[in-house]
């Protein structure tokens, strides 16, 4: 059930992205689900690099909907531009489905606030 969708990261900016989750055509309920997205240096690295979690407020979730958004701030995305790796998974307390995995690319911003 995993997805690849490589992210594109403009360094030192908010980052925002948005996906929904369809079983069939319906919109698979994320109720009582944990939402982790890691990335990493490389795959296969034990470096973190960000963490984005409910709990952490850097996802949320419209469960009912099937919606999971992930904010990223302009600080959190002031990392060397260069190829990441990333993976986002969804927890319901006994089972961890992987959903998307890729690349996580910052590229180089010229204007710094």
Known sequence: MTATYNLVVPQATTFNFQFQILTGSQPWNLTNYGVTMTVRPFLGSTTTTLVATKANGKISVDAYNG??????????????????????????????????????????GVTYE
Do not use: C, M
Request: hydrophobic residues 45%.
């Open 67 to 108: 919606r999971i958004t992930v904010t990223l701030s302009s600080t959190e995305t002031a990392i060397k531009a260069e190829p990441y790796v990333y993976d986002l998974v969804v927890n319901s307390g006994s089972v961890i489905t992987r959903l998307l995995e890729g690349q996580f690319l910052v590229v180089a």
